[in-house]
């Protein structure tokens, strides 16, 4: 007798089905009472398609489970992920959700999957159950006569010499070799300028500037905000002035501040105002309002704007 596809899908099944009540008998001493169960979200799938297999434990209050996190057993299908099925407010581990894949055409059969149980507080050994198998209807992508992949086919080729497409190709040469040209050039000035060494300016503009996007302030992180804001501060006359700012107390360094000809008067005075409201804010545990963050954030860019270091090309200007 000749079994058609359909007639061996329903062999299947029924086959499945029986297999599946004798596999919700435990493999160990114990007699189970609660049942494993296997859902997946379709029978019938495309080659490649993903499966979503469930393995659930239906009434099993009372026992500890252990559902595997890759199955030792699946067949002809491979395993892309898995992740645990979790209920109640106690996040209960009840079973897990795997993820398969095949890439084989006609009727297959998912392989139970062993799940370890015992009861809870009990201390004895772990006990076996198996879910019950899966049937699942694996058709191809391709229709009718494209029963397979096909051979490339060999090159064609154009005849004649047309002088258009002479034409084409030499326009296409030039216009690659133009690109080619623009971007070598393009990638040399992109190289020269990494190797040039950024400008204390140019650290202590990028560091404001991401500082002010982060919003500390606004979120009520004053005191790390000022912080930040003094750091940026401190390093950017370490690196333009090679003043020892970062290590040095604010009087020590308003101190060596006095006597130093590198920074003008109105300078000086700026920066003994902005460090003496940091430390307030940072020691003190002085409040700033609003008004007041904002104006030490622009105090910090104006010592940076107009003292920066100005290039010669800016000179010759």
């Known amino acids: 007798m000749v079994l058609t596809k359909r007639k061996m899908f329903i062999f299947a099944v029924l086959a499945a089905m029986a297999v599946g009540l004798m596999a919700g008998e435990a493999c160990g001493d114990e007699e189970l009472v609660f049942n494993i169960t296997s859902k997946v979200d379709r029978s019938k799938v495309n080659i490649g398609d993903p499966i979503k297999l469930e393995i659930k434990a239906e009434g099993a209050s009372g026992y500890k489970l252990v559902f595997p996190e890759k199955p030792q057993e699946l067949g002809e ?62 058709r191809s992508l391709l229709t009718g006569d494209d029963t397979d992949i096909k051979d490339l086919k060999g090159l064609a080729f154009l005849g004649g010499g047309s002088p258009g497409l002479l034409l084409f190709l030499i326009v296409l040469v030039l216009v690659g070799a133009a690109a080619w040209f623009f971007w070598k050039r393009r990638w040399q000035h992109i190289e020269q300028a990494q190797m040039r060494e950024r400008t204390a300016y140019e650290i202590a503009h990028e560091e404001l500037s991401r500082l002010k996007a982060m919003d500390l302030a606004g979120k009520g992180r004053v005191k790390e905000y000022y912080t930040r804001l003094s750091d940026i501060v401190r390093r950017y006359l370490e690196k ?66 107009q003292t920066r270091e100005v290039e010669k090309e800016e000179v010759e200007a």
């Not at 299908?77 to 993820?99: D, H, T």
């Not at 604010?250 to 008067?265: C, D, G, H, V, Y």
């Not at 300078?267 to 963050?293: N, W």
Request: hydrophobic residues 35%.
């Open 77 to 138: 299908f491979s395993l892309m992920r898995s992740r645990p099925i979790e209920e109640g407010r106690a996040e209960r581990i009840v079973g897990r959700e795997y993820v398969l894949g095949i890439y084989t055409t006609g009727l297959h059969v998912i392989p139970p999957v062993e799940v370890m149980y015992r009861s809870e507080g009990s201390g004895g050994d772990w006990l076996k159950a198996k879910s019950p198998q899966v049937p699942m209807d694996v």
């Open 240 to 305: 333009r002035f090679s003043y020892r700012a970062p290590e040095m107390t604010t009087e020590e360094f308003l101190r060596e501040l006095k006597t130093s000809p590198l920074i003008q008067n109105e300078h000086k005075e700026l920066l003994k105002d902005f460090l003496s409201k940091c430390d307030m804010v940072k020691f003190a545990k002085y409040g700033p309002t609003p008004i007041e963050t904002i104006d030490s954030f622009k105090a910090a860019e104006k010592l940076v704007e």
